[in-house]
């Protein structure tokens, strides 16, 4: 116990040791290319150099600060940039309103042990008061910075722990996007994730389905190709090769040269840094290798240095995302005029040093005076602008600022608030551009869509035909003015770049064994199948109702049959009931005309007659078969069948039993035709008659015919037919049917011997056995009958029965009437037989 309190007392006082220790530098402090005091300021680190010369390492003596060399213009632009934004802040009444924003500049020349120095002296200060105290709180609540990526993550990486806010115009690496490792790290750039994403959409809004792929082997190249080539994969684009190479390995550049000069794809993805395109841009143009497509990226496409006679001919057309260019208004008079004059004392007068400074410092910057006429494209200088301005925002809100109050200045701004704020900034600069950092840090993805052009001229430029917006709706991301862009070898006309041309509708795609998903054959869609889309991946069946057409690309409705009266087979039925109903009238005029003779007394005229009307029934029946089924139809037609053709047969069955009687009756002391006279016979026919309708009844009443499609038979059609309902009450129509003519037909063969000189039962047998021979012949025929013709078989049937009564029994007695007129008397009629 005793030692733990020992322990608490020994580290408390060692803590207040050390606060009461005055903060003092650790060798000469890296002083500020540019400096301005103010109420706050911002720190800025650009390496506005490229080239740093390293002093003597001796350990003889001090080493000397580092000299850095060849002044870097585009970055030398953007402090000018933050400079002239600061004044223009300075300058603004309703954004913090008499407060002042200063600026602390350093130059890191382009070196990583600079970048340290400056961001060491950017946290530290410039100097200290002899009363000053280590608190731990840096002298400025942001850094505008670095450029590049690997800088800027030893800059977040420093300054982590503090808390302090980074806020970057051009470092692009998707790693700093993680918030675990970077908390206080901005951009106003978007994450190449963006760019890979926005390559994606480029490539698959020109159909582009075949491409290759380049790109540097570092951090930028492969984190960005990885990137692209995963949404790739998901957008079903292929890959045909994916290779790199590093701006030192001359082997490796030349198997990827050759890798593209093999290749079947006519698009290529460069995902490639400054530098080793410049190096594939000569290989390419020592070969003469033309005629691919080039898509590029922000860090090459507006490079002003790889557009020439040599380059145009192997790139020329190509197409590529770029940083927009944004004129910032009043920057390019403030850089002609105001900035030699403020941020550069030494312009004027010879001799006037700096604070910190003296001019020499500022030789090659003075040198650049007389070539400043002409501002280049300003494309990373305004994200500088809007980073300041986000840090001002951030300021104003922290400071409680109010337009006509001002700021209260005497509030103490921790860096941890600062981040705070930074994420909560949502403001539209003066251009109308909308400013505001997502979850990450990150500002959204809006690129330029540029495009390598020769003028008539022969001067080349960056010819902008379009723009990718991130925070639009997904299909409005891409913007593109396809009419402006010159293609690949100058042509007007896109390049088509595929493994397989795309399958048309009516086809479906299958891929191709041990192939990429892009190559793939084209098979057309089975019957009932169709695509209506190019590339189809599936057929899709049709409804049940439809059928696909020819083409397979559309589902039309399927040809609905039925036997109808306009075709063929139904005028053919239709004329042959037609025709049996004249030839049944003609016969019964007949019969009426001669009703008197005794061929038509014999055997009750009245049975004759009934028989006559009922197969004039029966030869109407048939029509019902014919044309469109429906529900009324449906019944009626076997129903009218059914009864109608009871109706004959029952008039048939009574004219067979009146001649076995009427011989039986011959006979001595037989009185059997009181028991079987004119009523009896009616009654028979009436009582045959409705247990048939009886039947039907029942069969209507549990379960009636209807109207039914039929699809099972025919995939391309549909029969349109009359479904029985009831099977049991259907064959219970025609079985009762079939009772009736059998026991006909057994009665009459039994009186086919009779003595008579016209036994009428001979033809009545006949006609018997002709109606039994239709019906059981057309039980198979109906059942095998597919469609119309099942329904055309039983109309036959109905016909080749009725007409087989008719004939039979009537025909031969027409015969006599009309040509034998002799033979039609009682004596005739009676023959030789006294009995009779």
Known sequence: MFLFLYTLLLFHQLHAKVENTPCQTMGDSKYPLFSKDGDVSIGGIFPVHRKETLPSFEFTQKPQLLLCSSVNLRNFLL????????NEINRNETLLPNFSIGYHIYDTCGSRLSTMSATMGLMNGLDFESGDRCNGQPPLPAIIGETESSATVILSRTTGPFKIPVISP???????????????????????????SALVNIVKHFGWSWVGAVNSDTDYGNYGMAVFLKIAQEEEICVEYSVKFYRTETEKLKKVVDTIKKGTAKVIVAF??????????????????????????ESWITTTNYINPNSFHSLGGSLGFAVRKINIQGFADYLLKEFWDTAIPCSQT??????YADCSRYEELLALKKNNENVPELRYEYNVYKAVYAAAH?????????????????????????????????????????????????????????????ESDG???????????????????????????????????????????????GTRKAAQKGRPVCCYDCIPCAEGEISNETDSINCKQCPEEYWSNAEKNKCVLKTVEFLSF????????AFFSLFGVGITALVAILFYNKKDTPIVKANNSELSFLLLFSLTLCFFCSLTFIGRPTEWSCMLRHTAFGITFVLCISCVLGKTIVVLMAFKATLPGSNIMKWFGPKQQRLSVLTFTLTQVLICVLWLIIS?????????????????????????????????????????????????KLPDKFNEAKFITFSMLIFCAVWITFIPAYVSSPGKFTVAVEIFAILASSFGLLFCIFVPKCYIILLKPEQNTKQNMMGTSKSY
Not at 177 to 188: A, E, G, I, L, Q
Not at 272 to 294: N, P, R, T, W, Y
Not at 350 to 355: A, L, P, R
Not at 736 to 744: K, P, R, S
């Open 394 to 454: 951030a300021l104003h809100s922290l400071m409680k600022c109010k337009e006509k109050k001002g700021c209260e200045k005497s509030l103490t701004i921790q860096p941890w608030q600062m981040v705070e704020a930074m994420k909560k900034v949502n403001f539209t600069t003066k251009m109308g551009d909308h400013v505001w950092f997502d979850s990450s840090g990150g500002a959204v993805a809006q690129y330029e869509v540029v495009n390598w052009q020769q």
């Open 272 to 297: 490639v840094s400054f530098v080793e395109m410049g190096l594939l841009i000569d290989q390419l143009s020592i070969q003469k290798i033309a005629g691919f497509q080039m898509i590029g990226v």
């Open 170 to 196: 051009s470092a692009t690496c998707e790693c700093l996007s993680n918030r675990k490792d970077y908390p206080s790290f901005f951009r106003t750039i978007a994450s190449d994730y963006h760019q890979s």
């Open 566 to 573: 306009t075709e063929f087979m139904g005028i053919v039925l």
């Open 459 to 505: 001067s080349f430029q960056f010819k902008s035909v379009g723009f990718y917006d991130a925070s639009l709706p997904p299909h409005q991301r891409l913007q593109l003015d396809t009419k402006n862009i010159i293609w690949a070898g100058g042509k007007l006309k896109k390049p088509r770049s595929v493994c397989s041309e795309s399958c048309p509708p």
């Open 704 to 752: 009636p015919p209807f109207p039914y499609k039929n699809m099972k038979y025919y995939k391309e059609k549909i029969i349109l037919e009359c479904s029985l309902g009831s099977i049991i009450g259907f064959w219970a129509v025609l079985g009762y049917i079939g009772l009736l003519a059998i026991l006909c037909f057994i009665l009459s063969f039994l009186a086919r």
């Open 350 to 355: 010879e001799g006037n040093f700096s604070q």
């Open 79 to 86: 402090a000018q940039v933050m400079i002239f934004t600061i």
